[in-house]
C-alpha cells in the first residue's frame, strides 16, 4: 500500500514541477495537462488519505480528535504495530507503550482495512526549552481505499473518537495541575504541569456541620446533572464557590472532598506566575471539563481591594503599598503584574468562560470584607461558603474519624467549651490525633487533652479581650482627654481674640473723644 503513497506523491511532484513551466509553453496546454495529472493520480492510486493535526490551523487549542486517536492506537492496536515505544508517565510509575513516530499501524473494520501512521514535524529551529519545543507537532495520516470512503468517514472515525473517549473515562486517573510561569510553553498543554490526584478527604471525613454537608451535596449533584438546564437558560455550564473563613477551618479540605465527589481534575492556579490578561485566557482554555479551577487565598495572592479609587488614592495608595504584587485596574500603570481586576473577571464569567464545560471555579479567603464586590457577586460565586470554627456536630464527625468513638461521658462538657470557645478544626483534630506507639494515648486521654486545650484557649481568649478592652478604654480616655485639650485651647483662643477686640474698641473710642476736643 506504501508504495502507491510514494507513487501518489510523485505524480503531485511533477504536477507541481509541470505548474512551473516556462512561459513559452502554451498556457492553454499547460492547463489541459496539469489537469489531467489529478486524474492520472486518482486511476493509478485508488487510495484517500485523512490528515489528523496535533492543532487546528489557529494553534491555540488541542484538537481533540487527535488525543482520541492517540488513546484508540496506544490501547486497541498495539498488536497490530512492528514498532513500539515505552515510556514512564510523568504522574505514575507505570510503563506507558504507545506507537512509534513514523511507524505504520494496521485495523480493520468491518471489512475495510485503514493504515495509521504518526509522523512529526522537523523543528524549525535548534532552540531548546525546558517546557518542551513548540514547533514540532505531530500528524495522524489514516490511509484506506477509496471503495470505503463513506465507511471511513461516516462510521470508523465517529467509532475511533468514541472509543478513545470510552477508554480515556475507564483509565481515567484524575490529576492535579499547577500553571507554569508564563512564557514557558505555548501549546502542548505545556501551560500545566500535573501529578496525580490522591487527595483523600471526603464529606464523610470533613468537620462540618451535617446539614451544611447535605446542602453542599446537592449543590454539586445538582450542578453535575444540569448540562440541559444551563444550555435552556443560556448560561456557561459551570459555577462559582466562594469559600471564606478563619486559617485552618478547612477549606482546602473542602475542595478535595468536591474533587473526589465529583470525580474532577484540580487546577491549582497560582495568579503570580501569570504575566497577563492573555496568559490567563490561554490558561483557561487548556482547562479540561470535569474540572476544579482553584485560586487560594485569593486575597493574599494580588492586590484585589483596591476597588475603584480615583487618582489621588491611586497615588497614596502607591506610596503607602507593601511589596505585594498588585492587581491593577489600568495595565499600563503598573510595573510589576499586568493581570488586571478587569482581566480576572473575565476569566470568571466573560465570553471565554464558556470554551468547554463542567467546571467549578473556586475561590478561597480569610478575609471576604477585603475583597472588591464585583469580583464575589453572584453569577461569579454563586454560592458562598463559611467555613468556620469547630461546634460540637462537627466535632462528633472528628471523633467517629479520628478515634472512632461515637458517644463519650467528656461529650457534655466537650460541647458547652466548643460552643464558648472560638478553636479551628485543624487544632482539635491535633488534639484528637494519636501518638506514637510507644506514646499511644486511648480516647479518654485525648478527650481529656481536648478539654484542657480548651480551657487554655478559653481562657487565652478571655485575657486576649480583656486586653484589647483595656487597650481600646486607654484609646478613648486618651482620644477624650485629647479633645478635651482641645476645645480648652479653642475656647482660650476665642476669649483672647474677645478681649483683644475689646481693647481696640476702647482705643479706638478714645481717640475719637480726643480728636472732638
Not at 513551466?21 to 496539469?34: F, G, L, Q, T, W
Not at 489529478?38 to 490528515?51: L, R
Not at 492573555?278 to 470535569?290: A, P, Q, S, V
Amino acid at each position: 500500500m506504501e508504495k502507491w503513497v510514494g507513487f501518489g506523491s510523485a505524480m503531485a511532484g511533477l504536477g507541481l514541477l509541470w505548474s512551473r513551466m516556462p512561459e513559452h509553453v502554451h498556457d492553454e496546454a499547460r492547463h489541459i495537462i496539469s489537469s489531467l495529472v489529478p486524474m492520472v493520480m486518482s486511476y493509478f492510486n485508488p487510495y484517500e488519505q485523512i490528515t489528523i493535526s496535533e492543532y487546528g490551523e489557529e494553534r491555540f487549542r488541542r484538537n481533540k480528535m487527535f488525543d482520541a486517536v492517540s488513546t484508540y492506537l496506544r490501547r486497541a492496536c498495539l498488536d497490530h504495530a512492528s514498532k513500539l515505544k515505552a515510556e514512564l508517565g510523568r504522574d505514575s510509575s507505570n510503563l506507558q507503550v504507545s506507537v512509534g513516530d513514523n511507524d505504520e499501524v494496521t485495523d480493520a473494520f468491518q471489512g475495510a482495512t485503514v493504515w495509521w501512521y504518526v509522523a512529526k514535524k522537523v523543528p524549525r529551529s535548534n532552540v531548546i526549552s525546558l517546557y518542551g519545543n513548540q514547533d514540532d507537532p505531530r500528524t495522524y495520516r489514516v490511509i484506506f481505499h477509496r471503495h470505503h470512503h463513506d465507511l471511513v468517514v461516516g462510521k470508523y472515525l465517529p467509532h475511533v473518537l468514541q472509543e478513545g473517549r470510552d477508554i480515556t473515562v475507564r483509565n481515567r486517573q484524575r490529576r492535579l495541575f499547577t500553571n507554569n510561569p508564563s512564557g514557558g510553553g505555548h501549546g502542548r498543554g505545556d501551560v500545566w504541569s500535573h501529578v496525580a490526584f490522591e487527595h483523600p478527604a471526603t464529606f464523610d471525613t470533613l468537620a462540618m456541620d451535617p446539614d451544611d454537608k447535605e446542602e453542599i451535596l446537592d449543590d454539586l449533584d445538582a450542578f453535575r446533572e444540569a448540562k440541559d438546564y444551563y444550555t435552556k437558560v443560556g448560561k456557561a455550564w459551570k459555577r462559582g464557590y466562594l469559600l471564606y473563613g478563619p486559617p485552618g477551618t478547612g477549606k482546602s479540605t473542602m475542595i478535595a472532598a468536591m474533587a473526589n465527589f465529583l470525580d474532577y481534575d484540580v487546577y491549582d492556579l497560582e495568579l503570580t506566575a501569570v504575566n497577563n490578561n492573555t496568559d490567563l485566557r490561554k490558561l483557561f482554555i487548556e482547562t479540561t471539563g470535569k474540572s476544579i479551577i482553584v485560586i487560594e487565598d485569593i486575597d493574599c495572592s494580588v492586590d484585589l481591594t483596591g476597588k475603584r479609587k480615583d487618582k489621588k488614592a491611586e497615588k497614596k495608595a502607591d506610596a503607602d503599598s507593601d511589596d505585594k504584587p498588585k492587581l491593577p485596574t489600568d495595565p499600563d500603570k503598573d510595573d510589576g503584574t499586568k493581570v488586571t481586576l478587569s482581566g480576572l473577571l473575565n476569566f470568571i464569567d466573560g465570553l471565554w468562560s464558556a470554551c468547554g464545560g463542567e467546571r467549578i471555579i473556586i475561590f478561597t479567603t480569610n478575609h471576604k470584607d477585603k475583597l472588591d464586590p464585583a469580583l464575589i457577586r453572584r453569577g461569579r460565586m454563586d454560592r458562598h461558603i463559611e467555613m468556620s470554627y469547630c461546634r460540637f456536630r462537627a466535632f462528633k464527625v472528628l471523633a467517629k474519624n479520628y478515634l472512632d468513638v461515637k458517644e463519650h461521658e467528656l461529650f457534655g462538657q466537650i460541647a458547652q467549651l466548643l460552643e464558648e470557645t472560638d478553636m479551628s478544626p485543624a487544632d482539635v483534630a491535633e488534639n484528637l490525633m494519636p501518638m506514637s506507639k510507644k506514646k499511644k494515648r486511648d480516647a479518654n486521654a485525648c478527650f481529656e487533652g481536648l478539654v484542657e486545650a480548651l480551657k487554655q484557649a478559653k481562657e487565652e481568649a478571655a485575657a486576649k479581650a480583656l486586653a484589647e478592652a483595656a487597650k481600646a478604654k486607654e484609646k478613648a480616655e486618651a482620644e477624650a482627654k485629647e479633645a478635651k485639650e482641645k476645645d480648652k485651647a479653642a475656647a482660650e483662643a476665642t476669649e483672647n481674640r474677645g478681649e483683644d477686640k475689646g481693647k481696640d474698641s476702647k482705643m479706638s473710642n478714645g481717640e475719637i473723644k480726643e480728636g472732638d476736643k
